[in-house]
């Protein structure tokens, strides 16, 4: 009976289905409209969208198994025919009884259960809610909003910028952008208009009619508008208006030239290290202006050898011009016989680009990425970033005390019998070896031990002895020497190679309690891990870093020889002075602002200047000059805000030390405790 009752779910999962889907649809319609109409808004909408999508899937989760759950009881209260039996077809029928009852119910459902009883069910089971449709128009809502306010926001910027018609009589702009730009020159009729920085701007009048108009800037400057108009280079954001009270002001906003963007794409990292069967290398560099790009090149040094005998080669590339002046992208496989590149050669590039400004040219530099092509193994240890020393011929290197010791293992894993006193000898040898190499590193960190001699010498007699005897030789050391085995009183080397060194030594040391304890394998891993940090030092050796150095002005010849001293400095220090930060006439001005009388003379001048010279933004510098242009056409409320604006501006006086000086008598010295001075 399982194909009957999945066969009865089928149709009551028809039957919600088809009670569900208008709900469903009626609240994805509102977010449906949005989206087609409101251009602005469309990620927002599509945001709202998700938990639609989600509340979907649950809902159809949730029905599923609440129909798999109640499909029996459902059927028993729609239809009392089934005599509440319905369990019977959901369950198997281990009786003659229960098969014949089965039977039953199947041909009395061919009778009393139609269509209509499932959409009945649905009805009564599935219920219509409100709230989904609410949350989707309240979303439509908020994206309707939003549309609202970004065209809001377009429209008054579209307008702007769009040409007005000159009008006869009345002033009207005449910008010139500057010629490297590529921006034409335009007139348009008075309105707020965006420029790029150096651009002339000139105020014309076309048949001019009465009083000669003039131009007033947000600065304070006033400009007549002649037969040749009134001209004006302008640099940084300003706001102007005709002459009179009530005209009103129009902005100036200038868009700032930026300083061309270098990136190197490839390599990926600052140090890329190459691999030892490198045949080539692959650079690829990109630089960007928002005008063009004149000058830009590749500046390559390959450094050779090592310590005190390096040597170093510069090479400038330029980088070739692409259909696109804004931009240069060059992407090169370089072979290393074309970088001049040898095992253990390093190699520094960086790019320099430089935009097209004819009279303020801005230059950038990329930081500098390192190229490095690894040099043969050696043997020995004497190219590493420790000072040079004689090595003594019985030293070995680390490598070679790595070979020994996996000899060793291998021997001994070959012939398990091999005598006790043979492993012991060659295990000892070895851990003796180690010891020489780790003493001589040592030295460095302030390990003063002999190389030859025996380390544990001291030790044993603390450790016999329990402690040094009274007026012994170590004991009198202890007391009133000071310690040089201190790795603290090292300080040949930066803490950076420090660290490295101490990771070595900790290694070997690891590796000889395992070789004195005849156990070679457990000695290989911090044997490795020391060779590691040798190889650090090893390319830690040589740094690069940018030619600098110091330039001296330049000296008159005629001063030259000559012994004349007349316009010299003095060398000597004199006692800084505290300055008061805050202006008396901005002081003055900020305590008339919070009353109603009169204010100083001369105040819109130190009021423009104070916020010329302290506010850097270009939008709160021009709603401060409009500020001062209000108080200064008779606004009373005014005042407040150009108060707070001046006050916005004042920072505190910086704490200035000074020295104060003092009689250093022999009774002040009695007074404070200490001994007169012979």
């Not at 407040?640 to 010295?669: C, K, Y």
């Amino acid at each position: 009976m399982h194909g009957e009752a999945d066969t009865l779910r089928r149709h009551l999962w028809a039957a919600v289905l088809r009670r569900r889907v208008p709900q469903w649809l009626a609240a994805l319609a509102p977010l449906a409209a949005a989206l087609v109409l409101l251009h602005a808004a469309r990620p927002l909408v599509i945001a709202a969208m998700l938990p639609w999508a989600t509340w979907l899937a649950i809902d159809i989760y949730r029905w599923r198994q609440r129909i798999k759950r109640e499909w029996t009881s459902w059927l028993n209260a729609a239809v009392p025919a089934l005599e509440d039996s319905s369990t019977l077809l959901a369950a198997d029928a281990t009786t003659p009884i229960a098969r014949l009852q089965q039977q039953r119910l199947q041909a009395r459902l061919a009778g009393v259960l139609g269509e209509d009883d499932y959409r009945n069910i649905a009805r009564n089971r599935v219920r219509m809610s409100i709230l989904p449709i609410l949350l989707s128009l309240a979303a439509a809502g908020a994206a309707w909003g939003y549309h609202g306010k970004q065209t809001t926001a377009s429209a008054p910027a579209a307008a702007s910028q769009a040409p007005r018609p000159i009008v006869d009589g009345e002033i009207y702009l005449r910008v010139t952008p500057p010629a490297y730009t590529g921006a034409k020159p335009f007139e348009t009729a008075a309105r707020d208009i965006q420029v790029p920085q150096f651009s002339e701007v000139r105020w014309c009048v076309r048949n001019p009619s009465g009083a000669q108009p003039a131009v007033e800037l947000g600065d304070g400057v006033s400009l007549p508008v002649t037969e040749a108009c009134a001209m004006k280079r302008v640099e940084e954001s300003l706001f102007w208006r005709a002459r009179g009270k009530n005209s009103t002001r129009y902005n100036i906003r200038v868009t700032p030239d930026q300083a061309p963007q270098v990136t190197i794409v490839e390599p990926n990292e600052l140090i890329h290290i190459l691999s030892k069967d490198a045949k080539t290398a692959q650079i690829s560099v990109s630089a960007r202006d928002d005008y063009a790009i004149v000058r830009a090149s590749l500046h390559m040094t390959l450094a050779r050898g090592s310590g005190e005998n390096i040597r170093f080669t510069d090479r400038e590339v330029p980088l070739p011009q692409s259909a696109d002046p804004k931009t240069r992208n060059w992407k090169k496989q370089w072979t290393l016989a074309e970088l001049g590149m040898e095992p253990g050669d390093e190699l520094y590039f960086f790019v320099r680009a430089t935009d097209n400004s004819p009279d303020n040219p801005h230059t950038t530099q990329s930081p500098t990425y390192t190229l490095r092509l690894p040099a043969p193994e050696a043997e020995s240890l004497d190219a590493t970033a420790l000072p040079s020393m004689a090595k003594p011929e019985n030293l070995r290197s680390q490598r070679q005390i790595i070979i020994d010791t996996e000899q060793l293992v291998a021997d001994m894993q070959a012939h398990p019998n091999m005598p006790a006193a043979t492993v012991r000898a060659r295990s000892e040898a070895i851990a003796s070896d180690q010891a020489s190499l780790r003493l001589r590193y040592g030295q460095f960190l302030g390990e003063e031990s002999s190389l030859f001699g025996d380390e544990h010498d001291h030790e044993g007699e603390e450790h016999h002895g329990g402690k040094a005897a009274f007026g012994s030789e170590m004991s009198v050391v202890k007391e009133f020497g000071h310690a040089h085995d201190q790795e603290d009183n090292a300080t040949i080397f930066d803490p950076k190679t420090k660290a490295v060194l101490k990771r070595a030594l900790s290694a070997m040391w690891d590796a000889e309690k395992s070789l004195r304890a005849i156990s070679p394998k457990p000695a290989l891993p911090p044997e490795y891990k020391a060779l590691d940090a040798i190889k650090e030092l090893q390319a830690a050796e040589r740094i690069y870093l940018h030619r600098t150095a110091f330039v001296p002005p330049a000296l008159k010849e005629e001063k030259r020889m000559s012994g004349d001293i007349v316009g010299v400095l003095s060398y000597k220090r004199a006692q800084g002075t505290a300055g008061d930060t805050v202006p008396a006439e901005v002081r003055e001005l900020v305590q008339a602002l919070s009353q109603d009388g009169a204010l100083p003379a001369l105040w819109s001048k130190a009021a423009r200047d104070t916020i010329a010279t302290r506010i850097t933004d270009q939008e709160q510098k021009l709603s401060a000059q409009r500020a001062v242009q209000d108080v200064q056409d008779g606004c009373a409320p005014c005042r407040g805000e150009l108060r707070a604006w001046l006050r916005g501006t004042l920072t505190d006086a910086p704490v200035l030390l000074q020295a104060r000086t003092s009689t250093d008598t022999p009774f002040r010295q009695a007074w404070n405790g200490k001994e007169p001075s012979k």
